[in-house]
C-alpha cells in the first residue's frame, strides 16, 4: 500500500486479518496530527467492528444525534439518524478527528505484526506480466527495488500511483475559498451539530471533541481575494463568524485554522493490470455528507478480501475483476450527491440564496415530519443503502425470498442469542471469511450436504443455523427480527452466503443447495 491514511491502514488490516503480508509505506514523516476528516457513518463503524477497532473508535467519539439549525432569529432542531437505521448497532453519526481514527488503526495494525514505513516515497512503478516493481526513496536519500504481486494506490488526490498507472483523473475545481478552525465556541449548545445559514453560504459547528471542542467550517465572502495559502488568524475567523452568527458565538483557543480549496475528481478506472486505487486517489469531492474518508474505507473492505483470496491461491484471479465494477459506481454516485449539496450550500445564486434563507425555515420543519423521505435520506448518507446487486458476485437463486435483501445487499443486523447469549447477527458473522446462514428449522437442512459443503471450504466459510426455536449451536431468533429483515417467516427456509465484506453474495429459497454449491466452485476454487 502506498499511503498510509485510513483507507490505507484499513486495507493492510484487512490482509492481515486474512494471514496476508503486506507493506505499507508513507512519505510523509508522521501521521497527521490534525483533525481533517471528522464524522464516521454508521456503515463504516459496521465494517470496521470486523477489525475490532470500533469500540475504541466509538468510545474516543462524539455520537451526535441532533443538528441545530440557526436561520433568520430561528434554531430549529432536526433530529439526526433517528429513522431508517434500525438494522444497525450504530444508529448515530461518529464525530472523531482523523488524527484518532488513524492513530487507533495504526495501533491495530502494529499489534498485527505490520509497521507503517514512514518517509518513503514511491518514484516508480513498472508492471511486468506476474508482478509490479516499485522503486522506492528512503529518507536517508536511499533508493530500494520492491517487486510485489500488487500495488495499491492510497496516497491521496496527487496520488503517484495513479499517475505511474497512466489513469486519468478527470474534474474540477470549485471557485470557493473556505476556512476551517478547530477551537473552542462559547454561545452555542454543547453536543449537537449546528448550521448558520445566510444569503452568502452556510456556517458550520461540529462536536469534535479532540483535538478542540468544536470543528468550525465556512466559506469566505466570495470578494475575498485571499489566496488559500495564506495564513490565518483567529481574528479572521472571529469576523467570519460573526457574519453568519450576528456576533453570537465567541471563538477561542485555537489549535488549527487554515484556508483550503475543493475539487470535485474521479479516476476514470480503479484498477490497472495489478495496480489499484482506493480512497481519495480514486475520487476526491466536497465534505458534504461526511462521505469521502468513509467511501474510501468502505473502498479497503471491498478491496481487501479479494486481494487476499487471490495472493493465498484461494479463489480465480477474476474475483479482483469485480472490484471497479462494485466500487466505481459508488463513487461517481458520491461525487454526484456531494456536488449538489455542495452547489445548493454555496451558491449565489439568486434563487438558491432565497431557498436557504426563506424556503427552508418553512420547508424543514414539514420535511422532519416526512418519516419515509428522512428515513431514506439517513439510510444514503448513512450508506447502509450501498449495494452491489449488478455484480457478477451477486445471484438470486432458485425461489429466492420476494422480500428482504436481494444479492448484492448489505446483511441486516437484528439481536439473537447464540450458545444462551444475547448477541447480534453480525456479532455472530463477524469472523474473517464466509458466513453462510441457513434460515428455517434446522431439521429442513440435508445433513450430507451441509457436511459436504463444510468440510469442502474449510478455514474459509463458517456455517450457521438461524431459527426461532432455541436450539444448542444456533442464532436463536428469539424475537423474529433477524428473519422478518431477511423477509422470511419462522417456517420459511432460505440460504444466504455472506462475503468476508457483509454483502450478500448468494440467496436462495428452499433448502436445496445445488446453487450454492455451484456459486462456491466459481468463486471459491482456485
Not at 465494517?47 to 441532533?66: E, I, K, M, Y
Not at 445564486?349 to 424543514?364: D, G, H, K, S
Amino acid at each position: 500500500m502506498v499511503g498510509a491514511g485510513p483507507t490505507g491502514l484499513s486495507l493492510a488490516a484487512q490482509l492481515a486479518e486474512f494471514g496476508v503480508a503486506s507493506r505499507v509505506i508513507d512519505r510523509g514523516q508522521d501521521r497527521v496530527h490534525e483533525s481533517r476528516a471528522l464524522a464516521i457513518q454508521p456503515r463504516t463503524l459496521e465494517v470496521l467492528a470486523g477489525l475490532g477497532v470500533t469500540d475504541q473508535l466509538v468510545a474516543n467519539g462524539n455520537p451526535a444525534a441532533q443538528l441545530r439549525l440557526h436561520v433568520r432569529g430561528r434554531e430549529l432542531a432536526v433530529p439526526l439518524f433517528d429513522l431508517g437505521l434500525d438494522d444497525t448497532a450504530y444508529p448515530y453519526l461518529l464525530f472523531l478527528s482523523q488524527a484518532e481514527t488513524e492513530r487507533i488503526l495504526e495501533v491495530h495494525l502494529t499489534a498485527a505484526g505490520v509497521t507503517v514505513e514512514r518517509g518513503v516515497e514511491l518514484v516508480d512503478l513498472t508492471t511486468t506480466a506476474d508482478a509490479v516493481v516499485a522503486m522506492l526513496r528512503h529518507r536517508d536519500g536511499q533508493e530500494e527495488s520492491v517487486s510485489a504481486r500488487y500495488v495499491v494506490g492510497c496516497d491521496g488526490a496527487h496520488s503517484t500511483v495513479r499517475r505511474a498507472g497512466g489513469i486519468a483523473f478527470t474534474g474540477g475545481a470549485y471557485p470557493q475559498t473556505f476556512i476551517l478552525a478547530d477551537a473552542e465556541a462559547d454561545g452555542i449548545e454543547p453536543g449537537a451539530a449546528h448550521v448558520f445559514l445566510s444569503g452568502n453560504g452556510m456556517l458550520f459547528f461540529f462536536p469534535l471533541g479532540k483535538p478542540a471542542t468544536w470543528r468550525l467550517l465556512a466559506m469566505r465572502p466570495p470578494t475575498d481575494p485571499t489566496p488559500p495559502e495564506a495564513p490565518v488568524t483567529l481574528d479572521e475567523v472571529q469576523a467570519i463568524a460573526d457574519a453568519y452568527t450576528h456576533a453570537s458565538v465567541r471563538l477561542r483557543d485555537p489549535v488549527w485554522l487554515t484556508n483550503f480549496r475543493l475539487h470535485h475528481r474521479g479516476a476514470t478506472h480503479y484498477r490497472a493490470g495489478r495496480v489499484f486505487l482506493a480512497g481519495d486517489a480514486a475520487h476526491i469531492h466536497s465534505p458534504a455528507g461526511a462521505q469521502g474518508m468513509n467511501t474510501g474505507i468502505q473502498d479497503a473492505t471491498n478491496l481487501g478480501w479479494k486481494l487476499a483470496h487471490t495472493v493465498r491461491g484461494l479463489t480465480h484471479p477474476a474475483v479482483l475483476d469485480t472490484y471497479e465494477p462494485e466500487r466505481a459506481p459508488v463513487g461517481r454516485t458520491v461525487l454526484r450527491f456531494t456536488d449538489r449539496a455542495f452547489t445548493i450550500a454555496t451558491s449565489t445564486n439568486p434563487l438558491l440564496r432565497f431557498a436557504r434563507t426563506r424556503v427552508a425555515p418553512v420547508v424543514i420543519p414539514l420535511a422532519v415530519k416526512a418519516k419515509t423521505g428522512r428515513a431514506y435520506f439517513f439510510r444514503t448518507v448513512s450508506q447502509l443503502g450501498i449495494h452491489y446487486r449488478h455484480s457478477p458476485l451477486s445471484v438470486n437463486g432458485p425461489n429466492a425470498p420476494r422480500r428482504g435483501p436481494r444479492a448484492g445487499d448489505r446483511l441486516p443486523d437484528a439481536p439473537i442469542v447464540h450458545n444462551g447469549q444475547p448477541s447480534t447477527v453480525h456479532a455472530a458473522t463477524a469472523a474473517p471469511g464466509w458466513q453462510l446462514l441457513l434460515c428455517g428449522p434446522v431439521d429442513a437442512w440435508p445433513t450430507a450436504m451441509t457436511n459436504h459443503i463444510g468440510t469442502r471450504h474449510a478455514g474459509l466459510l463458517t456455517m450457521h443455523h438461524l431459527t426461532a426455536q432455541p436450539t444448542p449451536g444456533t442464532l436463536c431468533d428469539q424475537r423474529g427480527q433477524a428473519l422478518r429483515r431477511l423477509g422470511l417467516t419462522p417456517d420459511d427456509t432460505a440460504q444466504y452466503l455472506i462475503r468476508p465484506d457483509g454483502h450478500v453474495g448468494y440467496r436462495a429459497g428452499g433448502n436445496d443447495l445445488t446453487g450454492l454449491a455451484r456459486y462456491l466452485r466459481r468463486w471459491l476454487s482456485a
